[in-house]
C-alpha cells in the first residue's frame, strides 16, 4: 500500500523568510512524487515533479530515498505563496493513480 | 489547463436525490479520473477511467457510480444523495507522463 504524510496542515512564516513543506511517503517501490498547489477556490496546479528537477516560481524539491521524503523547499517566501499544498505519490501502475497527502495551507504574512 | 471543463460548477440538492456531474475533455487523453477534497483528508479517488466503457473503484467509491461512454467525457453519479457526500468534486486527466490536470471542480451541497 502507498501513504502520503503531510505532518503539518498550517504553516504560517512572513515574506522573505525561508519555507519547508514536509512530505514523508511509504512505498515499496520506486515512486514518482508530485507537488501540487491550490489558490484559494481554484484547481490543483500541477507545481513540481521529481523526476524533472525543476525548479518552478522558486520551489524545489529533492526525493531523499533513505528518509521516504520529498520535501517543499523556497528560501525567500512571497505573499502570493500562499496557498493549500498538496504532495502526492504515483506508484507507475499503468493506471496512473495518484495518493494525496492531507495538504498544507501555507500563509505567508507580510 | 489541459482542456478540462465540469459541469455544473456549483449544485444544491436534497438528499435521496440522483445527481451527475460532467468531466469533459477536449486532448483524447485514455485516463481520467474522480476525487473528491475534503477538509483533513486532501483528495480522495472515488472511480477512474483507462478507456472507453473501461472503469474500475478507487478509495471512496460506495455511493458513486461512473460511465465513460465517450473517450471526451467522463460522467459521475450520486446513486441518491447522502449529507456526507457534500464535498468538492475535482476531475483530472493524466498526461504523458504520470503527472495528472485537474479541472476547475464542483462544489456540491446536499442538504
Known amino acids: 500500500a502507498q501513504r502520503v504524510t503531510q505532518p503539518e496542515k498550517l504553516l504560517s512564516v512572513f515574506k522573505g523568510a525561508p519555507v519547508e513543506l514536509k512530505c514523508n511517503y511509504s512505498?515499496?517501490?520506486?515512486?514518482?512524487l508530485f507537488w501540487y498547489v491550490q489558490y484559494s477556490r481554484q484547481r490543483l496546479q500541477l507545481l513540481l515533479r521529481?523526476?524533472s528537477r525543476e525548479s518552478i516560481k522558486g520551489f524545489t524539491a529533492d526525493l531523499n530515498k533513505g528518509e521516504t521524503s520529498f520535501h517543499l523547499k523556497k528560501p525567500f517566501a512571497q505573499e502570493e505563496d500562499s496557498a493549500m499544498y498538496y504532495c502526492a505519490l504515483s506508484g507507475g501502475t499503468s493506471y496512473g493513480k495518484l495518493t494525496f497527502g492531507q495538504g498544507t495551507i501555507l500563509t505567508v504574512h507580510p | 489547463d489541459a482542456g478540462i471543463t465540469q459541469s455544473p460548477r456549483h449544485k444544491v440538492t436534497e438528499t435521496g436525490t440522483p445527481v451527475t456531474l460532467r468531466c469533459h475533455q477536449t486532448e483524447n487523453h485514455r485516463y481520467m479520473y474522480w476525487y473528491r477534497q475534503d477538509p483533513g483528508h486532501g483528495l480522495r479517488l472515488i472511480h477512474y477511467s483507462y478507456g472507453v466503457k473501461d472503469t474500475d473503484k478507487g478509495e471512496v467509491s460506495d455511493g458513486y457510480s461512473v460511465s465513460r461512454s465517450k473517450t471526451e467525457d467522463f460522467l459521475l453519479t450520486l446513486e441518491s444523495a447522502t449529507s456526507s457526500q457534500t464535498s468538492v468534486y475535482f476531475c483530472?486527466?493524466?498526461?504523458?507522463?504520470?503527472?495528472?490536470?485537474f479541472g476547475p471542480g464542483t462544489r456540491l451541497t446536499v442538504l
Open positions: 512505498y515499496s517501490g520506486s515512486p514518482e
Open positions: 521529481h523526476i
Open positions: 483530472a486527466i493524466r498526461g504523458q507522463g504520470f503527472e495528472q490536470f
